[in-house]
């Protein structure tokens, strides 16, 4: 890429990194039960929530931070900046979209579905790519297996660990008086354990990291230059979450039918324990997920109505998501290919 068109094509990948990590933020809804708890100014939540992803984000995610897309493609298939510019572009529009409809998106799905839309448009433009070589099919299946396992995980880890506080601590809690000094405890520890939810998130968040760590490793960026990029991906997944991520984390936070401080610390003790779990190797997982089905454990252990309307909301677009992301993949590096950029 040394011509003035690959010049051109490594910035634009750049401001879509920056802006795929603008998204990332944007539909983070893991502060939602230290929002429901009210233990600090909404304001406090989206600011501490927000540098401990851009912390996630520049310092620990390298285990996750891979090419986008080309660890899931096959022999067949031949990775090129298009198609990395497709799937960017789609699945920036689909998250970006869910956030300001408040509805917790997983940017995993996102992209994969982006890269699926974009591998069939290969074929079908490609006579000499082998469809069943199109994919890894070993890595498809262990990171869609990941996205089945996390949240029923969280879902039964809430569960367990609801009634093991509950049996060793809330049970023996007596008066108003004992009850409210446990709760300001736990307040205190609900800051901590939900700073590093932050922090873990931001680590498996890395999909706009692993970018500019392509571009770095092709020898398209210098050290300098890297380093620049990564700060600046911490700086817009901040932005993110505070700019836009409120209306999904309010969204979730109402989900919450018991917002006691000893409620959420659960849902972000579970969400905490999966991240750094799925962090430590290197597996990509659905955050948002996992807080949905945590929230719905402890409202299940505590025998309190799940709102399955505003779950079904939530199920249609996790559904819609590899579909709509898919076809918006397809039709944006078709678009490229028509108009003979490929």
Do not use: C
């Not at 049996?167 to 609900?190: H, R, T």
């Amino acid at each position: 890429m040394a011509d003035i068109s690959g010049v051109i094509i490594i910035i634009i990948t750049i401001i879509l990194a920056l802006l795929l990590s603008f998204a990332i933020g944007a539909n983070d809804e893991t502060p939602s039960p230290l929002a429901a708890a009210g233990v600090i100014r909404f304001e406090a939540v989206l600011l501490i929530s927000g540098l401990g992803l851009a912390i996630g984000t520049i310092f620990f995610s390298e285990k996750v931070s891979k090419t986008v897309g080309a660890d899931f493609l096959g022999e067949s298939v031949q990775y090129t900046d298009f198609m990395l510019l497709s799937i960017l572009i789609s699945a920036i529009i689909w998250l970006i979209l869910g956030s300001f409809a408040g509805i917790p998106l997983s940017s995993t799905h996102s992209l994969f579905g982006s890269i699926i839309g974009v591998v069939i448009v290969v074929i079908l433009v490609d006579p000499t790519v082998d469809p069943s070589l199109a994919f890894k099919w070993d890595k498809v299946l262990s990171v869609s297996l990941s996205w089945v396992v996390s949240p029923l995980v969280g879902f039964f880890m809430a569960f367990i660990l609801y009634k093991i506080i509950a049996k060793l601590f809330l049970s023996k809690l007596k008066g108003l008086k004992q009850i409210e000094n446990f709760e300001n405890l736990v307040a205190i520890a609900l800051l901590v354990v939900s700073f590093g939810v932050s922090i873990n998130t931001g680590r498996n968040s890395a999909e706009a990291l692993g970018i500019v760590y392509a571009l770095y490793d092709r020898s398209y960026l210098d050290p300098e230059g890297y380093w620049l990029s990564v700060v600046l991906l911490g700086v817009m997944v901040f932005l993110g979450i505070y700019i836009a991520g409120r209306y999904v984390i309010r969204n979730l936070a109402n989900q919450m039918t018991d917002s006691r401080p000893s409620n959420s610390i659960i849902i972000q003790i579970s969400a905490l324990i999966i991240l750094m779990v799925a962090s430590e190797n290197g597996m990509p997982i659905s955050h948002s997920h996992v807080i949905v089905f945590s929230i719905i454990g402890l409202n299940v252990a505590k025998n309190y109505e799940v709102d399955y309307k505003n779950l079904g909301k939530m199920a249609i677009y996790w559904v819609l998501t590899l579909p709509v992301a898919a076809v918006m993949g397809g039709l944006i590096y078709y678009g490229f290919f028509i108009n003979g950029m490929i």
